[in-house]
């Protein structure tokens, strides 16, 4: 029998369609995505998330020489958040990447391993962490959780 799975996700037509706190992680992941150590991909990606203190966290992609030991941005930024913010909730996650000279670009979602990374902290905080992923000038995809980009996920609870 086929079963049918649904996930949300909301397409922001724009960036002035953002709200104040939203255009403010917007800048903040634009602007850390400038300083990407992306030599081999040249790739950019800039990542930026909101604690509940109101807090933004940033950060980029950084590969390596030996090409798997590189970290994409988002897990840059929930790794050094969640050393030393141990606990503290995380309300949203920014994130832009595109080609290091495109002008334009479509929404970039965070990779499989990101996803799952990002999981064990919103599982932990028993909260959904808002998801945006943005084009350099246009639309911005939206999920509410995790979840919604990782569906039949694997966490703690199957321990
Ligand atoms: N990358 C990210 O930083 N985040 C993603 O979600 C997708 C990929 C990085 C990894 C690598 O440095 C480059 O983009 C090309 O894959």
Redesign the pocket.
């Known amino acids: 029998m086929v079963k049918e799975l649904k996930i949300n996700f909301y397409a922001i037509p724009n960036y002035e369609m953002l709200d104040d706190t939203e255009k403010k992680l917007f800048d903040a992941a634009k602007k850390i995505r400038e300083k990407?150590y992306?030599q081999?991909?040249h790739?950019?990606?800039g990542?930026a998330l909101l604690l509940e203190s109101g807090e933004i966290i940033t950060g980029?992609?950084?590969?390596n020489a030996a090409y798997p030991s590189?970290?994409?941005?988002?897990?840059?930024t929930i790794f050094w958040t969640a050393a030393n913010f141990p606990g503290e909730k995380i309300k949203k996650l920014f994130?832009i990447?595109a080609p290091e000279t495109a002008l334009s670009s479509t929404p970039?979602?965070?990779?499989g391993a990101?996803r799952q990374s990002i999981l064990e902290y919103e599982a932990n905080q028993k909260e959904g962490i808002e998801i945006y992923?943005a084009s350099l000038d246009g639309e911005i995809f939206k999920t509410n959780s995790v979840r919604d980009l990782l569906p039949f996920s694997f966490d703690a609870s199957f321990l």
């Not at 590189?70 to 840059?76: D, K, P």
């Open positions: 990407a992306a081999y991909s790739f950019t990606v990542c980029s992609n950084q590969e590189g970290l994409c941005a988002e897990r840059t994130v990447g970039i979602p965070p990779c990101c992923f």
